[in-house]
């Protein structure tokens, strides 16, 4: 069983990540964009690297 939390990705969907090991969190499940937008969300090649090398050094699993 995973245990995480809502946590916002403000930042760069790689601070998800760094919040959720603050906790304590095993597992994130991220939103990549806003429900709410009609634009998508144009994430950096730098922190889509940044939140692989988190999620496989940090979590045993994600969810997007």
Not at 3 to 15: P, Q, Y
Not at 21 to 43: C, E, L, M, N, Y
Request: glycine share 8%; proline share 5%; charged share 20%.
């Amino acid at each position: 069983m995973y245990f995480g939390a809502h946590l916002s990705s403000s930042g760069g969907i790689h601070k998800a990540v760094e919040r959720a090991v603050d906790i304590g969190a095993d597992a994130v499940q991220i939103f990549v964009q806003s429900p709410r937008a009609w634009k998508p969300t144009a994430h950096p090649a730098e922190n889509i690297a940044k939140f692989r090398e988190l999620r496989e050094a940090k979590l045993q699993g994600s969810v997007a």
